[in-house]
Nanobody, 120 residues
Framework: VQLQASGGGLVQAGGSLSLSCAASGSIGSMNRMGWYRQAPGKQRELVAA???????NYADSVSGRFTISRDNAKYLFYLQMNSLKPEDTAVYYCNAVIMAVSSGYGMTYWGKGTLVTVSS
């Protein structure tokens, strides 16, 4: 099982970017999914998460600007980022709890990060 994040890039403050995370492999079920970010010199932090039932939660710093969503059928989830600020600059990582077909329990997987740079 693997997660692959994509969609990062350079954008001006006030602009938008959309990140995608695709899961591949022998997936039985994909449960809680989330986006984290890590800015230079800072700890990794949760940005947004979504459960299998569709419940979402957001960091206070992005609430109202970012939206997390998922496509259950395609094992994809997304992070739409609007009104971006320079302080949103970070490497963004996707994360999911996935139960492989051959497994009876879920494991946490991380995708490789994708860099988001917001210029002022």
């Amino acid at each position: 099982v693997q997660l692959q994040a994509s969609g990062g890039g350079l954008v001006q403050a006030g602009g938008s970017l959309s990140l995608s995370c695709a899961a591949s492999g022998s997936i039985g079920s994909m449960n809680r999914m989330g986006w984290y970010r890590q800015a230079p010199g800072k700890q990794r932090e949760l940005v947004a998460a979504i459960t299998s039932g569709g419940s979402t939660n957001y960091a206070d710093s992005v609430s109202g600007r970012f939206t997390i969503s998922r496509d259950n059928a395609k094992y994809l989830f997304y992070l739409q980022m609007n009104s971006l600020k320079p302080e949103d600059t970070a490497v963004y990582y996707c994360n999911a709890v996935i139960m492989a077909v051959s497994s009876g329990y879920g494991m946490t997987y991380w995708g490789k990060g994708t860099l988001v740079t917001v210029s002022s």
